[in-house]
Structure formats: structure tokens, C-alpha cells
């Protein structure tokens, strides 16, 4: 038992049933009942008529009850070698780089407090003999 489909509203034609146009280009289009030969003959568009399947198909009528949603796939990541690299190489330079940052960061600080103290130590030494400035100043080579 073949089952055809109305060219206008898109229900099931069953054996027996519905109407045969066939245009002067001999394409052929079959119809449900009179109704939908009309409306496909004043040239009406089936997707403006709510009581079509293409109607409900694109406002998204009844599907819930017919279709449940499709499963989202989880991306899954994979470690993969480069070439020159193995997975396990790339993972022990990983572990340490993020083990690196902590020595420099503490080392940095070291030495800001060293080159602070430099300069406090300069600040408090005693001042070398004064060398006059400004008009009075010798000039240097003679």
C-alpha cells in the first residue's frame, strides 16, 4: 500500500483517495480533497494556512509530543604527542612551568629589598667633600 503525500496541505493521500493534477509541463501534483485544489489552484500559499502540515512544521506546532530533543555530545579533549614530544614530556614542562613562577616572583622580591637597601645604605654613608656648584664652581681641564 503506497502512501502519497497532498502536494498543498502535506496529510497522507491512502489509495483511493485525493486528486491528480498534472500541469502542461507534466509535473504532477496530487491533492487531498477539493479543498486543497482550490487553494493550490488560486495560487494561495500553504505555509500562510494554519491547518497545514507545512504550517505547523514551521511555527513549530505539536512537535514536543512526536520528537524528544537530541542529546548534546560532551567535546571530550585528548592529550596528543607533537611531533619531537612525547605526552608525558609535555606534561612534565607543563608541571613546571607552573612551578616556576613561584621562585621568580620570590627572587624579584629580594631583590628590590636588596637594591632598597643599597640606597639607604648610600643615603647614610658619609658625604664625600663637598664640590661647589653654580658660579663659583672650577671649571674642569685647566
Request: aromatic share 8%; proline share 5%; with cysteine.
Amino acid at each position: 500500500m503506497k502512501v502519497e503525500r497532498c502536494v498543498f496541505s502535506g496529510f497522507k493521500i491512502y489509495p483511493q483517495r485525493g486528486a491528480m493534477f498534472i500541469r502542461s509541463d507534466a509535473k504532477t501534483f496530487r491533492f487531498l480533497n477539493g479543498k486543497c485544489r482550490s487553494h493550490f489552484a488560486q495560487r494561495h500559499f500553504p505555509r500562510k494556512m494554519a491547518w497545514t502540515q507545512i504550517f505547523r512544521r514551521m511555527h513549530k506546532k505539536g512537535l514536543e509530543s512526536q520528537q524528544t530533543r537530541r542529546r548534546q555530545r560532551k567535546v571530550v579533549k585528548f592529550n596528543r604527542g607533537v611531533i619531537g614530544a612525547t605526552v608525558e614530556q609535555i606534561k612534565q614542562k607543563r608541571a613546571q612551568k607552573k612551578e616556576t613562577p613561584k621562585p621568580t616572583a620570590e627572587a624579584a622580591k629580594k631583590a628590590k629589598k636588596t637594591s632598597a637597601e643599597k640606597k639607604a645604605v648610600k643615603k647614610t654613608a658619609a658625604p664625600q667633600a663637598a664640590v661647589p656648584k653654580g658660579k663659583g664652581a672650577p671649571k674642569g681641564g685647566r
